[in-house]
């Protein structure tokens, strides 16, 4: 059986994950040139971030193992969507005991895990879409820190998109027609259904259209500058309050010290 980097290496017969990715960030002249055999690969051996991430998987899913009791496969062969074989994957791991995929990623020590879950959003629906999965396992290890996950639902909406994405720039590399013209704003479209998939159940929600968040938002926005001047006044009152004080009183304010020595506010 052929290895798995032989296996990874050869990407020029459909579409992979992270292909995928490209294609939502545009990079589709690029993309095209590669699949056609005009112009090879970026050569990633040289990349520190990169290498770094190949070099890690085995240990981050070693330690995903140990840190959350379970057992993790990791399967060395490509998946194909059965109704739609141009599209492949290759899964970092499969949790035994849930039956889903788990992919890794190590990513700077600034990166939140719900961001770079949004991020790589094309890459994971690519893969629930090829294996059918409801959810996946998504893991970054960020910077030195332990990893850690989240479950990343199914968006069967944007999967369907993304797939007539695949198959509009897969017509490209079957009729050898260089795609002159990305659509972009159906690519910001797309991504924009992808940053509603719950990911540990929870998403996020557009609430331009809605009066009453609208009016609450308003008067919000409207106090903000009276509730600094607020805490500031208060905060400014507090330290006036002499060390052997009970009470401090003055122009309509008074101000008490209890018996655990917290200053409150009364009449």
Not at 51 to 68: N, P
Not at 73 to 82: D, H, I, L, N, V
Not at 141 to 157: M, Q, R
Not at 237 to 259: N, Q, V
Request: hydrophobic letters at 35%; one cysteine or more; glycine letters at 8%.
């Amino acid at each position: 059986m052929a290895s798995l980097e032989t296996i990874r290496a050869n990407r020029s017969e459909g579409i992979g994950s992270s292909d995928t990715k490209r294609i939502m960030d545009g990079d589709w002249h690029r993309l095209y040139m590669e699949k056609v055999g005009e112009t090879e690969p970026e050569d990633l051996s040289g990349v520190f971030r990169v290498q770094l991430g190949i070099y890690t998987e085995t240990f981050h899913l070693d330690w995903l193992e140990r840190k959350y009791a379970c057992q993790i496969e990791r399967p060395m062969q490509r998946f194909y969507a059965p109704d739609y074989p141009v599209m492949f994957a290759h899964l970092d791991g499969v949790h035994v005991g849930k039956g889903v995929p788990v992919e890794t990623k190590h990513t700077s020590s600034d990166a939140r895990l719900r961001d770079k879950a949004v991020y790589y959003m094309p890459q994971l629906q690519h893969v629930l879409s090829i294996t059918g999965h409801d959810y996946m396992l998504f893991s970054i290890i960020a910077g030195n820190s332990e990893p850690e996950w989240c479950e990343v639902a199914a968006n069967l909406e944007y999967q369907a998109e993304l797939r007539e994405l695949i198959k509009s720039f897969w017509w490209h590399v079957e009729q050898r027609v260089p795609p002159e013209i990305i659509p972009t704003a159906t690519l910001k479209a797309v991504e924009r259904v992808g940053a509603t998939t719950p990911i540990d159940g929870l998403k996020p929600y557009d609430m331009t259209g809605n009066n009453e968040w609208a009016n609450y938002a308003q008067d919000y926005i409207d106090c903000m500058a009276a509730a600094a001047l607020f805490a500031d006044a208060k905060d400014g009152l507090k330290k006036m309050m002499p060390a052997d004080a009970s009470e401090c009183t003055g122009h309509g304010i008074t101000i008490k010290r209890d018996k655990r020595g917290a200053l409150r506010f009364g009449a």
